[in-house]
Structure formats: C-alpha cells, structure tokens
C-alpha cells in the first residue's frame, strides 16, 4: 500500500492550491477558452484531449456565459466516458468552425459537476446576476471546460454562496445530496442509532459520517487497509466518525463481539454500501433485524451477493440508491430546499469539503502537452494514487 504523500509523488499532477473564499469568483484565473474533450467511449486515460476553441460570442436571448471555475473528477465521470454509466452526453459540434468541435468531428466534454461564474447574461434571462456563483442542474452539461454557453434551466444559483468555499460549492450538488438522502430516505433513524458503510473515506463517506455525526447517529466505517491507516482513522473521527474498521479487520474472529460492545447490543439499522463484492457481504452480516442496506456505487467493480438467510431470519431489505433519479422526481422547490439544509450545515462547519487536490491545467502548456498530463492524472486517480478528490481548474496562459 502506498503512503498518500507517495500517491501523490506518483505521476503528480501540477497542483497549485488555490485560496478559499470569494476571492476565487473575483479573479478567475482563465484565458483561453478549453475543454477536455473525447470523441468516442474507451479508457479515459486514451480518448481524452485538450482542446483550445474561440471564446464565446455574447450570450443569445434567454442564454447565459458561464466560467468554469473548479470541476470535481468523481467517479461516475470516469464511467461515463468508458460508456458504462446510463447518463450520456451529448455531441459538441460548436466549439470549433472546422477539426475537432466542428459540426463535422463534434465531441463530447468530459465532467458533469462543477462550480462556474456567471460571466454574462443574454436578454430575458431573470434571477440571476453576472458573478454569481452557479452550479449545473442538468446533467452531463460538460464541466471540465473554461467556459460555456447554457439556459438558465441548466443552473442553480449556489444559496449561501458567500459563506462556502469554492471547493464546497464545487462538490455541492452530488455527494452531500447523495449522504444526506441515505440517511435519511430509507430508514427513520433517532439519535445514537448505528449505521454501518463502507467506502468510507470516499467524498460521500465523509458526507455520511459528518450529517451522522450533525444529527447524533453512531458509524461504524469501513475502509482499505494501508501503511498510513492511524492517519486516515484519525482524520475521519475528527470527522465524526464513531468507529473506523478495515475490511482486513471485519473479517478477523472475534470482531462481532467487539461491534456488540460498541452499539451496546443495539441492532445497526442501516448499511451502506458503494463498493460490492465480498466486503459487502461480510458487512451485510453485521446488519440487525429489519434493517436496510442501501447500494449506490460498485467502486470495486465485483457483484453484491447477499445471503437468503439475511433476508429471511432478519428481515434485510436491500435497495438501490441514485442521486440523479432524486432530482428528477424532486421539484425545484425540494431541491432548492435540500441545497439550502446542506449549505447551512457546510457555513455552521458541520459539513466539510472532502479531503481534496487542486489540479491544474496550465495555460501555458500546449493542447497536447495539456492531453498528456489530463490522461496521466486520469490513470492516477483510477488506479487509487491520490487518495482524495481531485477538482480541475484551467490556468491562464501567464501563470
Ligand atoms: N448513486 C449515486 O447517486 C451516487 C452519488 C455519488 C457517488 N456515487 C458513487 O459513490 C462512490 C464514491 O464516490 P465519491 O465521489 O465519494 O468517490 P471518491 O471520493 O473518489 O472515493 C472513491 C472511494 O472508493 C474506494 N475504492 C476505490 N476502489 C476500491 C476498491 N476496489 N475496493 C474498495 N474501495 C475502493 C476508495 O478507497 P481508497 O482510498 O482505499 O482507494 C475511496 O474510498 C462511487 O462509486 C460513486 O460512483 C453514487
């Protein structure tokens, strides 16, 4: 296993912290207009490239400019660009008069979070004012780019934005929904009840476990074994996390007592699972009577297989948990709503940013330099080398 600080001295990407605050919007640190773009489904590490487009036009009528100003790298992105995801994209044939953009090689842009600035607005479009921070509502818009021409309908206005920071409202619209709605759509939980999940310290685990900790809930998180593990245990209970377990320790004899010493014997009502395979199972077996186990990612890529005896004698119910079909049987008035409750809870300092790296694509760099470097960076992130969430920023062309 490979310390974070060797994670990320492998293929390290040019990372350049950026200040948190208001300060980012004000200034934002982009020149010429790019997006990472692909024209076919594979292993993003192969199809993905750098591409240089014209700035935008003025804003049409009942249209807004937006400037990209950090965009989250999350999973599901990698997934959708090897074609494996329901989401897709849709075809770019605009950025560019001729090659690649063009209506004749369209492409698609990569990324579906983000965090940009209004940066002009087209006649007619209300509600919203230019430098205010927006987030994408409708999916797949393409965030890892510079700039982009969308509807108003594609944006939420970030509420609160002045007391979140740019990496908060940048991981705003998918995660924190995502942990908020675990915990609280399945089963009615009271204060000191046990939830159980692993994948814990991925951006949504450490969601869970800080509105666990904000609402009295008791967890029991499962992580990967590795050499700088105290590190980890100690970070995600500064978290809130009650407990912090390795897979390696689930499986050890003797670890069932230790659990019922720690819940006192009180049934875990509530699993949560975004990694599958034999872990799960294990964990699934530590659930109590009644109780609910809720999947939402398969990070380990091998199938979930459940005991019929769990569902049997105890009662198990599994489901099956996506965010994006929240918002879409969600009105805009639930959504605003969810948005403000968890927005409340990042400026009260219950709900971090996750543990995160800025990376950046510099202006400087030519597009296929800026290609060799986003295709190494996305190799890094799928084979486990940072270790923590990376956002995209573009760079000017000085810096
Ligand atoms: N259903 C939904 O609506 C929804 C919404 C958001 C996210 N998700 C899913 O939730 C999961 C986490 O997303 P995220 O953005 O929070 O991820 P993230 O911050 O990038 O973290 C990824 C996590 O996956 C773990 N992991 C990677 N490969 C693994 C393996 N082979 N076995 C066990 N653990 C492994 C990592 O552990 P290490 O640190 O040990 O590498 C890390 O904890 C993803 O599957 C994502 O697609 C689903």
Redesign the pocket.
């Known amino acids: 296993m490979l310390t974070s600080l060797a994670r990320r001295c492998i293929r390290a990407p040019r990372v350049v912290p950026i200040p948190q605050g208001r300060s980012l919007s004000a200034s934002p640190a982009t020149a010429a207009a790019r997006a990472i773009v692909y024209s076919g489904n594979g292993n993003p590490s192969e199809v993905l490239s750098v591409l240089t487009f014209p700035d935008l036009p003025p804003p049409p009528t009942n249209t807004l400019n937006v400037q990209f100003l950090l965009s989250p790298i999350?999973?599901?992105d990698i997934?959708v660009i090897e074609g494996v995801y329901p989401s897709k994209p849709k075809l770019n044939g605009n950025l560019t008069t001729s090659g690649l953009g063009s209506q004749q090689d369209p492409v698609f842009v990569g990324g579906n979070e983000g965090l940009a600035r209004v940066s002009a607005l087209g006649s007619g479009v209300e509600g919203l004012q230019e430098g205010d921070w927006v987030v994408m509502k409708t999916p797949q818009v393409g965030t890892w780019r510079t700039s982009a021409n969308v509807k108003p309908g594609d944006v939420l206005k970030v509420p609160s934005a002045d007391k979140l920071t740019p990496v908060q409202a940048a991981t705003l619209v998918?995660?924190p929904p995502?942990a908020w709605n675990l915990l609280h759509d399945f089963v009615q939980l009271s204060e000191g009840d046990w939830v159980i999940q692993?994948?814990?310290?991925?951006?949504?685990?450490q969601c869970v476990i800080q509105v666990a900790a904000a609402k009295g809930y008791k967890t029991i998180n499962l992580?990967?074994n590795?050499s700088d593990l105290p590190i980890l245990q100690q970070r995600l209970r500064e978290l809130g996390a009650t407990e912090v377990l390795t897979y390696d320790e689930l499986a050890q004899d003797g670890i069932r007592d230790k659990i019922k010493s720690w819940t006192n014997g009180k049934d875990i009502k509530l699993g949560l699972n975004?990694?599958g395979?034999p872990?799960t199972t294990r964990m699934a077996r530590f659930l109590g009577k009644d109780a609910h186990l809720v999947s939402?990612?398969?990070?380990?890529?091998a199938p979930l297989s459940l005991p019929t005896s769990l569902f049997i004698f105890k009662n198990l119910t599994s489901h099956g948990?996506?965010?994006?079909r929240w918002y879409a049987d969600h009105s805009l008035e639930e959504q605003q709503s969810m948005l403000r409750t968890l927005t409340e809870l990042m400026a009260n300092g219950k709900l971090l940013a996750?543990d995160h790296e800025i990376a950046s694509i510099r202006g400087s760099d030519s597009d296929e330099v800026a290609s060799e470097h986003i295709r190494s960076m996305v190799e890094g992130i799928t084979s486990?080398q940072y270790?923590?969430?990376v956002l995209l920023q573009f760079e000017s062309d000085e810096a």
């Open positions: 999350n999973p599901a997934n998918v995660n995502t692993n994948g814990a310290n991925s951006a949504v685990g992580v990967r590795r975004c990694v395979g872990d939402y990612g398969a990070m380990s890529k948990f996506w965010q994006s996750p486990g270790g923590k969430k």
